[in-house]
């Protein structure tokens, strides 16, 4: 499955609610590494059920953080990069503009209390 | 989930409400322009000091501890949109500020070249430590693209 280009703009929100889970960014690591892989694969090593495993697949799918190819009885799941590549951009430059804006603050602040200690 | 900042700062959280609402104060340190009412449902004006643009509408406002807007880029009508939320809370020496974003929309990054792929993907450490995103620190996931 992969989502319209239109519904991009909708997900930013509900892929960061789908990150916040760390079973789910740990699944989405090693499918980057080894994928694609499918659930079965997935779960080996984890203290949670081929199924708890598919669920989070499926969010994941649901918000075009992953997608998944049939092959044969076997459904194999992938990362999909670009999602996060969106992310990723909006996060570096809000990310370095709050750091200006910041830093700006902190200067006037310290002018502000060194009035203050003047005044 | 979210990018959050937080600045302690010596002073205490009436002076540091002006700092985020009074006029000359926010001009001094949010943008290079700006036109901010500290004021639910007001519509706003920001330059940045990257000349970006934004319109914003301020949210709630809660006087002396939390003022929040919505923001967007000027003219970009399906671009990014996101929440920004300044909450102050008092400390022994003075205040804490807490700056949260939460991106609402988050426009498709079309064509990055490889140079800027790479230099992402240098920043992802800052990013994930911010969003605690660690577990997913794995540069592939963006030079797979």
């Given at each position: ?87 990723a951009g909006w996060l570096a430059a809000a990310s370095d503009a709050w750091d200006r804006r910041l830093d700006r ?15 | 989930?979210?990018l959050?900042r ?42 940045d000091d990257d000349?970006t ?46 700056v949260?974003e ?14 800027a792929?790479?230099s992402l993907?240098r920043r992802?450490?800052r990013m994930?430590?911010d ?15």
């Open positions: 499955m992969t989502v319209p280009r239109g519904r991009e703009l909708d997900l930013a929100g509900p892929r960061l609610e789908a990150l916040a889970d760390p079973t789910r960014r740990a699944l989405l690591g090693q499918l980057a590494e080894e994928g694609p892989l499918s659930a079965t694969r997935l779960a080996q090593g984890r203290p949670i059920s081929r199924q708890a495993v598919a669920k989070h697949l499926q969010l994941l799918e649901s918000v075009g953080l992953v997608t998944s190819t049939r092959s044969g009885r076997e459904t194999r799941f992938d990362t999909c990069p670009g999602a996060l590549r969106d992310l603050l902190a200067a006037r602040a310290r002018e502000r209390a060194g009035e203050r200690a003047q005044g | 989930m979210a959050q937080e600045l302690d700062l010596d002073l205490d959280p009436e002076l540091v409400w002006e700092l985020v609402t009074r006029p000359d104060d926010l001009a001094a340190w949010l943008g290079d322009e700006v036109d901010l009412q500290p004021v639910e449902g007001a519509a706003g004006r920001i330059v000349g643009v934004r319109r914003l509408v301020v949210g709630e406002v809660d006087t002396g501890r939390r003022l929040s807007w919505d923001w967007w880029e000027e003219g970009d009508a399906e671009g990014t949109r996101s929440r920004v939320e300044l909450i102050l809370d008092p400390t022994e020496a003075g205040t804490r500020l807490r949260v939460v991106p609402l929309t988050v426009e498709p990054v079309a064509a990055l070249t490889p140079r792929s790479a993907g992802w450490n994930l430590a969003l605690e995103l660690l577990a997913m620190l794995r540069s592939p996931l963006l030079h797979r693209v």
